[in-house]
């Protein structure tokens, strides 16, 4: 079993930055690929980024390509996500996910274990 818990959420100006962290429960936190998700009010969940076990490899979507970076401690079982630019448009709740995959995937069908989230607000 793997627990994820969020953090770092608030509340930012456009333009400004956060950095969310999810600290996991799992022994073995190194073997798991790890993802970031939002979800707006109204909308489906989706994904934000996912970075493999090894921390080698990352993916994002096109809308937070160049303004989020997603990383991981493994010594720390956290993971990372440094969001600059922020937009409006990206004020969701953010969700922490871990895959038993070793490899970076943006499915959402690919990730067992959820956080309870983070909520993001962006004003303009």
């Known amino acids: 079993q793997v627990q994820l818990v969020e953090s770092g959420g608030g509340l930012v100006q456009a333009g400004g930055s956060l950095r969310l962290s999810c600290a996991a429960s799992?022994?073995?936190?190194?073997?798991?690929?790890m993802g970031w998700f939002r979800q707006a009010p109204g909308k489906e969940r989706e994904f934000v980024a996912s970075?493999?076990?090894?921390?080698?490899?990352?993916y994002y979507a096109d809308s937070v390509k160049g303004r989020f970076t997603i990383s991981r401690d493994n010594a720390k079982n956290t993971v990372y996500l440094q969001m600059n630019s922020l937009k409006p448009e990206d004020t969701a709740v953010y969700y922490c996910a871990a895959s038993r995959r070793y490899s970076a995937t943006s499915d959402r069908n690919e990730y067992g274990y959820w956080g309870q989230g983070t909520q993001v607000t962006v004003s303009s």
């Open positions: 799992a022994s073995s936190f190194g073997s798991y690929a």
């Open positions: 970075i493999s076990s090894s921390g080698y490899s990352t």
